[in-house]
T-cell receptor, first 113, second 113 residues
Framework: DVKVTQSSRYLVKRTGEKVFLECVQD?????MFWYRQDPGLGLRLIYF???????EKGDIPEGYSVSREKKERFSLILESASTNQTSMYLC????????????FGPGTRLTVT | ELKVEQNPLFLSMQEEKNYTIYCNYS?????LYWYRQDPGKSLESLFV?????AVKQEGRLMASLDTKARLSTLHITAAVHDLSATYFC?????????????FGKGTLLTVNP
């Protein structure tokens, strides 16, 4: 079974702090994704990566950056956390080819105070 | 910009009844995914639909895809309480950057005894 793990289930940070969310997958997937999920808005793509050191902006990249130094690990960075970044953050991974769905991690609920 | 609309957004059903959730999308795509999310949990893949006319069934759930109408349906047969969850459809944007999913806002399904 594909396993996608995220470093924390719950995080509380203060405004202005630098925040790191980490995601690790164990299936050698090329593609990894970061989403945020907000009530009434569904899931929105922040960034994705299709290979080590390669990244592409999603729909809402402002205020975020990412890092992928190893194939299995994809980090989301909030350079200076703000209250409007309070959300559920979901990481996903996907194998190559068209027939593979994205597998999601358990999520990190981030609260910025 | 690809738009994905689900309806209804809220669905309260009686057990043993049948119902359909609709997923309409605005631009060409022949790859559509259905996910289930239980409260406080991450997303679980239900179906991957990869071509026009694709139909997949698992237990009491059946999903279909009509790419010409840009419509997918998730049909629930003889609902049971265990099906209570939020259901998302997601469309893979065709052309350019593949693998980016645009999600609908989700349908919160409650099955009452």
């Amino acid at each position: 079974d594909v396993k996608v793990t995220q470093s924390s289930r719950y995080l509380v940070k203060r405004t202005g702090e630098k925040v790191f969310l980490e995601c690790v997958q164990d299936m050698d997937h090329e593609n990894m994704f970061w989403y945020r999920q907000d009530p009434g808005l569904g899931l929105r793509l922040i960034y994705f990566s299709y290979d080590v050191k390669m990244k592409e902006k999603g729909d809402i990249p402002e205020g975020y950056s990412v890092s992928r130094e190893k194939k299995e690990r994809f980090s989301l960075i909030l350079e200076s956390a703000s209250t409007n970044q309070t959300s559920m953050y979901l990481c996903a991974s996907k194998g190559a080819g068209l027939s593979y769905e994205q597998y999601f991690g358990p999520g990190t609920r981030l609260t910025v105070t | 910009e690809l738009k994905v609309e689900q309806n209804p957004l809220f669905l309260s059903m009686q057990e043993e009844k049948n119902y359909t959730i609709y997923c309409n999308y605005s631009t060409t795509s022949d790859r559509l995914y259905w996910y289930r999310q239980d409260p406080g949990k991450s997303l679980e893949s239900l179906f991957v639909l990869l071509s026009n006319g694709a139909v997949k069934q698992e237990g009491r759930l059946m999903a279909s895809l009509d790419t010409k109408a840009r419509l997918s349906t998730l049909h629930i047969t003889a609902a049971v309480h265990d099906l209570s969850a939020t259901y998302f459809c997601a469309v893979d944007r065709s052309g350019g950057s593949n693998y980016k999913l645009t999600f609908g806002k989700g349908t919160l399904l409650t099955v009452n005894p």
